[in-house]
């Protein structure tokens, strides 16, 4: 069972904990560069249950058997929903929705791009997040303040668009993702025990760990259910010029450019793309090919009810996003090493998680159907 804390200004309440007669029940969710969110119920016969209060009102979910500060706390952030209910038996309750810190980048567009303007090669991408931090830290309440963030990497931008539209967190969003990075933010608890949110940031290829747990059925795996998104799914692309031109036409149709292999499988699926830079007929077909063999892909995500035997010593490690895990269900054809992407916890049956792994991509030339 994990501690729940509101926090209203200087005054704390306990409101789930094994040691108090408060209790609540809920579960929090982190996901690969999402902002977490912890949804719960309260009773009236909890001591918060009056205290709590929509965009005021800070939580702490903390692990009371964890020693390590940057282990300890599983999710904070602020109350931005409150829904009074009443059940079909009369019991009356509220529906609590919490969203991570990273929320508060949310509350401040970016106006920095002045700043910054046109190509910014020279530019290094931890210097224009630090600017779009420095950016909403002046522009928001001490609060909602987000502390600049910890590196591994040094990539540099490819190019930087100005923008006034796009909030904080947007932007964020829009380049790191763009350069392959993660990113989270943490609560860093010091000595004094002052406590401030920094954003860490890592590079995609250095996050991701092999972990030794399996998932498999008999071990620590309840359900799985596995989906497979066609959206994408392409077998004939017309190609278009900067100018949202064909390559050139047969009569009156556009020419374009076929995946036999994958025509053979799945028939003809027409598409087209428009490349930006590209003029001459030679290039826009060789572009062509290569965007239809990288872009028609079968999105796969794989969803998994399992149990977290970590906290009972049965596993070296506890789930974690961005870890990856050998799923063993050879009963349906599958045995894949997989990226967990997103998490789902309760906060008392701390062993229940719903697993999210992907979307894994798989070539439609060489995607196969599970038996």
Not at 103 to 125: F, V
Not at 251 to 263: L, N, Y
Not at 297 to 321: M, P, Q, Y
Request: aromatic share 10%; with cysteine; proline share 2%.
């Amino acid at each position: 069972m994990y501690d729940v804390t509101l926090q209203n200004k200087n005054s704390y309440i306990t409101i789930n904990s094994y040691n108090s007669k408060n209790r609540i029940s809920g579960s929090y969710t982190k996901g690969k560069n999402q902002i977490p969110s912890f949804t719960f119920d309260i009773y009236q016969d909890n001591d918060g249950y009056k205290q709590i209060n929509e965009y005021s009102t800070l939580v702490r979910v903390e692990d009371p058997k964890e020693t390590d500060d940057d282990k300890r706390q599983k999710f904070g952030g602020r109350v931005i929903l409150v829904e009074p209910k009443i059940s079909d038996s009369g019991i009356i309750y509220k529906t609590v929705t919490c969203e991570g810190w990273a929320g508060y980048l949310n509350d401040s567009i970016n106006y920095l791009y002045a700043a910054i303007e046109g190509k910014t090669e020279d530019i290094l991408l931890n210097k224009v997040v630090q600017q779009l931090l420095k950016w909403h830290n002046e522009n928001t309440s001490t609060d909602a303040f987000i502390y600049i963030p910890t590196w591994t990497t040094n990539l540099t931008l490819d190019e930087y668009t100005p923008s006034y539209e796009r909030t904080t967190w947007g932007a964020l969003t829009d380049e790191l993702m763009t350069n392959d990075l993660t990113y989270d933010v943490k609560e860093i608890i010091a000595g004094d025990n002052i406590r401030q949110r920094k954003m860490i940031v890592n590079q995609n290829i250095n996050n991701n760990y092999d972990s030794d747990t399996t998932i498999k059925l008999g071990l620590n795996m309840k359900s799985l259910s596995i989906t497979n998104n066609f959206d994408d799914l392409c077998t004939r692309v017309i190609p278009l010029n900067k100018n949202g031109a064909p390559m050139g036409t047969v009569g009156q149709e556009a020419v374009w450019v076929d995946d036999e292999t994958a025509i053979s499988k799945y028939g003809i699926i027409t598409k087209s793309h428009k490349f930006e830079n590209i003029s001459k007929t030679s290039k826009l077909k060789k572009n062509a090919t290569k965007w239809l063999s990288k872009n028609s892909v079968i999105k796969r995500t794989v969803s998994v009810n399992a149990l977290d035997l970590h906290g009972l010593g049965l596993t070296v490690d506890e789930f974690e996003i961005y870890h990856t895990y050998l799923i063993d269900c050879r009963e349906i054809g599958l045995s894949e090493r997989l990226e967990l992407t997103q998490i789902t916890r309760d906060i008392n049956n701390t062993w229940d998680v719903q697993l999210t792994f992907g979307e894994r991509l798989y070539s439609a030339r060489k995607y196969k159907t599970m038996r």
